[in-house]
């Protein structure tokens, strides 16, 4: 399993952006998939996942009506929409491929892709 994440980019605040993830293998369509990010001396933390019909969904408080996870399984894609951004969401984003859309710890998802860096200016 391989994913590419991609849509990062600098962005003012109150602005938008939409990420994506592809992946390789026919796996996706039976996995969950996750999003999280990170900045320079923190862990890892969970911003939103889905289950693996597209169904369900999990946000991380923080992104609770401003984010919105989907996914397009013929396309073997997942996205994160991001609006109304703030500075405090400047990190790197990165998509993980897991067994279900309920876990938000790093330790429960396989496979990550590379990460795709958001700043977002005040």
């Known amino acids: 399993v391989q994913l590419q994440a991609y849509g990062g980019g600098w962005v003012q605040a109150g602005g938008s952006l939409r990420l994506a993830c592809a992946a390789s293998g026919r796996a996706f369509s039976y996995s969950a998939m996750g999003w999280f990010r990170q900045t320079p001396g923190k862990e890892r933390q969970f911003v939103a996942s889905?289950?693996?019909?597209?169904?369900?969904?999990r946000y991380a408080n923080s992104v609770k009506g401003r984010f919105t996870i989907s996914r397009d399984n013929a396309k073997n894609t997942v996205y994160l929409q991001m609006n109304s951004l703030r500075p405090e969401d400047t990190a790197i984003y990165y998509c993980?491929?897991?067994?279900?859309?309920?876990?938000?710890?790093?330790?429960?998802?396989?496979?990550w892709g590379q990460g795709t860096q958001v700043t977002v200016s005040s």
């Open positions: 993980a491929q897991g067994s279900s859309y309920l876990y938000t710890s790093t330790r429960s998802y396989d496979y």
């Open positions: 889905i289950d693996m019909s597209g169904g369900l969904t």
